[in-house]
């Protein structure tokens, strides 16, 4: 009998709406591993492992083959840009990656034609946004909430994430420019896909039949 197929799962919200699509094809948690410390979470069917990690880190476990699949935002594999099979958008997780700026700042030019300083976790798409425009920019990288750089003259624009928009107005700031949408997409190992055809094509098929069916 084959091992189960390793999933790599973001932690967070976006885990905790896949592992609900997983339960909606008969696969959940082991009960006994849900409340341990185990960093390997086996479905109770014995189809899976889950694997839970850091968002910026599923597409790495998948291009190296530690995992078999994963599910990762598309911010983050356009960002990454790996080496892997998007063979499902899973359709939750919808948020924009945008430019934003205090509500009073100059956009897409500064007073004086100065370079603009933009502000990102998302340095090589924010560098392609505005390359496709003909602009030149700044891009410094932060790690942490990008939303204080205006605040304190460290930028003049942010490239991040964007759902509600409620961050971004109570401090101050407005999306200017929306470079992509984003969900979460299923991405598969091509060597894992060749070599278990047939698990891949079942997982995608019942993925596919449940988002249908609640659609």
């Keep these: ?10 932690k967070g919200r976006m885990m905790d709406e896949a592992l609900l699509l997983f339960e909606r094809i008969g696969s959940i948690i082991d009960p006994a591993a849900r409340d341990s410390r185990r960093l390997i979470l086996p479905s109770a069917d014995g189809r899976f492992e ?27 594999l ?11 958008d899973l359709g939750f997780g919808g948020c924009a990656l945008a430019v934003a700026a205090p509500r009073d700042a100059s956009y897409p030019h500064l007073p004086g034609g100065g370079m603009p300083r933009v502000a990102t976790k998302y340095d090589e798409s924010a560098r392609r946004h505005f390359a496709a425009r003909g602009m030149q920019v700044e891009v410094i990288h932060i790690s942490g909430s990008v939303e204080l750089a205006p605040l304190l003259g460290l930028a003049h ?6 759902q509600t928009g409620r961050t971004l107005a109570e401090n101050g ?17 091509r060597a894992s896909h060749k070599l278990r055809l047939e698990d891949h094509q079942r997982l995608i098929a019942d993925l596919a039949g449940a988002l249908e069916r609640s659609a």
Excluded: C, H, Q, T
């Design 1 to 10: 009998m084959s091992r189960p197929l390793r999933i790599a799962l973001p």
């Design 50 to 76: 889950f694997l839970p990690v850091k968002s910026g880190d599923v597409p790495v476990y998948v291009e190296a083959g530690v995992a078999d699949a994963g599910v990762a935002g598309s911010d983050v």
């Design 78 to 88: 356009d960002e990454r840009e790996p080496d892997v099979l998007r063979p499902l």
């Design 157 to 162: 624009w942010i490239v991040d994430l964007v």
């Design 173 to 189: 700031l407005v999306v200017v420019d929306e470079i992509s949408r984003s969900s979460a997409r299923l991405i598969v190992n």
